[in-house]
């Protein structure tokens, strides 16, 4: 399952953060994660952040973590944030993915860019 957000004025270090904070609530652990910030060679005093997180769970077999979640994440603070969540739904349940929706909704769902 994949799921893509975009948002406006939202700082991608923040998003982020509550990401890798909100997923971490649902039994998971970080398997690998990564935040690089760039700036554009038209202007230096503008960045663009780019991050990935990937999480693990314990498979259902007992058998040792497999990844359940890769977050992407790029943007600007001064523009548009996207993100996209790759999850694999038999190792990270139904239940889950709405637990972390409503979580970033409840923070970020104002900030959402609706596309028509």
Do not use: W
């Amino acid at each position: 399952m994949q799921i893509r957000q975009t948002y406006k004025d939202v700082d991608p270090e923040l998003l982020y953060d509550e990401i890798r904070d909100f997923t971490l609530k649902q039994g998971t652990v970080i398997d690998k994660a990564k935040l690089e910030t760039y700036c554009l060679p038209s202007d230096t005093s503008t960045f663009i952040s780019r991050g990935t997180l990937t999480f693990k769970i314990e498979s259902k077999s007992g058998k040792g973590e497999k990844e359940c979640l890769r977050a992407h994440i790029v943007g600007s603070a001064k523009g548009e944030t996207k993100v996209m969540l790759d999850i694999d739904e038999e190792l990270f349940s139904r239940e889950k993915i709405n637990a972390l929706q409503n979580d970033l909704n409840f923070i970020f769902g104002s900030y959402e860019v609706k596309r028509r």
